[in-house]
């Protein structure tokens, strides 16, 4: 039995060694990257079972992402290697404030060779939660299909159900997104979703009518993730609004989402309480701030509860 699993394509991230526009950047730092993935990293880096649904290019960087996968303890078992398409890449812009951009070279995506006929349904039945996010039904339409998929083997299942909707306009435009997400949300049981998110998908700016319109669909756990003015969510008749933890340094906000999701994760499969969650999943976000990379900066639980003055820091 996995403590949680997703569905997701990861790419190489080439991270710029300088800020600045790409057009002047050298040289790079050859990462790894993609939201799906990260929350696996980050829940397996807190001690959760965790495994990845996807599919790599047959090449040098696809066995770099299934090793880096493996060495961190998600287990790739259901991860398929393909001929037929390339390893996707990204290339980053960062700015002096830590935000960015992101330049997909991803078209060829080889999630195109997942069929929704070979899904494993035990995988998916054995697993306490399904991870799944917006980035990868924008990625082509097979892909929204195996998702359609692999959620409703989950739901059949009593398999909670978490999406983060992680827009990515680069993907998709905003109809599509908005459209599709809706059509996933009566089967989903946690959403964790950026404030902007939440606007394009329910259409309001007023925070109130946004959990309002979530709650409509049934959804038990709401999250507004709303980076520096923290989180706040709602949880049957609780509600909670946890502010962020002022970060040591802001050098790449990219990660921060996925670092909170699977402190969000980690806290609800331990049956913490919204405002433990909120509070643990905050951390988690602003310590990946501070470090440049998708996921080099999710931390390790000991470091959470160290930041968290749970536990003692000890350096030398
Ligand atoms: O949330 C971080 C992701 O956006 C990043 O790792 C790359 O998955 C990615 C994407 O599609 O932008």
């Not at 409703?152 to 159900?161: E, F, H, P, W």
Request: glycine share 10%; with cysteine.
């Amino acid at each position: 039995m996995k403590d949680v699993i997703t569905i997701g394509e990861a790419m190489v991230v080439f991270n710029p060694v300088k800020t600045g526009p790409l057009k002047f950047v050298p040289s790079f730092d050859r990462n790894i990257g993609g939201a799906e993935l990260n929350v696996m990293l980050g829940c397996s880096r807190l001690g959760l079972s965790t495994g990845w649904i996807s599919s790599l290019g047959d090449d040098e960087f696809g066995t770099f992402i299934q090793n880096f996968a493996r060495g961190e303890g998600v287990d790739v078992s259901e991860v398929k290697r393909t001929e037929d398409y390339p390893t996707s890449l990204n290339f980053k812009e960062i700015r002096e404030d830590g935000s960015g951009k992101t330049f997909y070279y991803r078209s060829q995506t080889p999630t195109r060779a997942l069929r929704k006929e070979e899904l494993n349904e035990d995988y998916i039945k054995n697993s306490r939660v399904l991870h799944v996010t917006g980035i990868f039904p924008a990625l082509h339409e097979g892909a929204k299909e195996y998702m359609k998929e692999a959620v409703a083997i989950a739901k059949q299942n009593g398999v909670t159900v978490a999406l983060d909707p992680n827009i990515r306009l680069k993907l998709w435009s905003k109809e599509e997104a908005r459209d599709t997400l809706k059509d996933f949300l009566p089967e989903v049981d946690i959403l964790l979703s950026g404030k902007e998110e939440m606007e394009l998908i329910f259409e309001t700016k007023d925070e109130k009518e946004m959990f309002a319109r979530a709650e409509r669909f049934g959804i038990k756990d709401i999250i507004i993730k709303d980076g520096s003015n923290g989180a706040s969510g709602r949880r049957g008749g609780d509600r909670h609004h946890e502010d962020s933890r002022p970060p040591q340094k802001v050098v790449d906000t990219v990660g921060a989402g996925d670092g909170f999701d699977a402190g969000y994760l980690y806290g609800y499969l331990q049956g913490w309480d919204l405002g433990k969650c909120l509070r643990f999943a905050n951390t988690i976000g602003s310590m990946v701030v501070s470090v440049v990379g998708d996921n080099e900066g999710l931390p390790y639980l000991s470091e959470v509860q160290e930041a968290l003055g749970e536990k003692e820091m000890i350096e030398r």
